[in-house]
């Protein structure tokens, strides 16, 4: 069973960066990719950004595409999500997941954290 804990959460002002990290239990060949997701109060899921462990292959929501940077680090069982230039849209509880489905997405994913809470004050 591959646990994933999500940190970095925060109240930070519009145009702010925050970096959230999401650790997973187990090796990385437990998974095929590991994605970041979010939800606003009121709203439905969003996909945020995904990433391979290998090759480090990135996918990205169109909504934070050019500020936000997923990256992994393999040796440390860990993905990081980079925020830049936050705006208020962006508040939300941040959800990191897993998935074992190979190929690109749409994927499938199997493995979720607990979620860390973001907000993006005016």
């Known amino acids: 069973q591959v646990q994933l804990v999500e940190s970095g959460g925060g109240l930070v002002q519009a145009g702010d960066s925050l970096r959230l990290s999401c650790r997973a239990s187990v090796r990385t060949s437990s998974t095929y990719g590991m994605g970041w997701f979010r939800q606003a109060p009121g709203k439905e899921r969003e996909f945020v950004a995904a990433?391979?462990?290998?090759?480090?292959?990135?996918y990205y929501g169109d909504s934070v595409k050019g500020r936000f940077n997923i990256s992994r680090d393999n040796a440390k069982n860990t993905v990081y999500l980079q925020m830049n230039s936050l705006k208020p849209e962006d508040t939300a509880v941040y959800y990191c997941a897993g998935t074992r489905t190979r190929g690109p997405p749409p994927w499938n994913y199997e493995y979720w954290g607990q979620g860390t809470q973001v907000i993006v004050s005016s």
């Open positions: 990433v391979t462990w290998i090759y480090g292959v990135t």
